[in-house]
């Protein structure tokens, strides 16, 4: 089995930062593509960006192009999701996911194995 933490959610000003961070431990052998998701409220959840494994290749949605960059570090099986100019519609809970197989593009639920609990990351006006 796959275990994936998040930290690094709270409370920002538009046009602030933030850094997200899973941890991931277990069967991590097993990974191929970890994925980073949100759920706004009433809203279903939604690709944000991922990356994988070995860290070569990157995706993000074009909503956040520019402003959001997936990052990992090898050494430590971390995943990060640095968001910058952050905008009042980026609030929502970020979950972090792991897929057993490679994603290279704009990724779905199903396609993930395993997930996070959660981080909300909210974003005043």
């Known amino acids: 089995q796959v275990q994936l933490v998040e930290s690094g959610g709270g409370l920002v000003q538009t046009g602030g930062s933030l850094r997200l961070s899973c941890a991931a431990s277990g069967r991590t052998f097993s990974i191929n593509t970890m994925g980073w998701f949100r759920q706004a409220p009433g809203k279903e959840r939604e690709f944000v960006a991922c990356?994988?494994?070995?860290?070569?290749?990157?995706n993000v949605v074009d909503s956040v192009k520019g402003r959001f960059t997936v990052s990992k570090d090898n050494a430590k099986n971390m995943v990060y999701l640095q968001m910058n100019s952050l905008k009042p519609e980026d609030t929502a809970v970020y979950y972090c996911?792991?897929?057993?197989?490679?994603?290279?593009?704009?990724?779905?639920?199903?396609?993930?194995?395993?997930w996070g609990q959660g981080t909300q990351v909210t974003v005043s006006s």
């Open positions: 990356i994988t494994w070995n860290g070569v290749y990157t």
């Open positions: 996911a792991a897929s057993n197989k490679l994603r290279l593009g704009r990724g779905t639920i199903d396609e993930y194995e395993h």
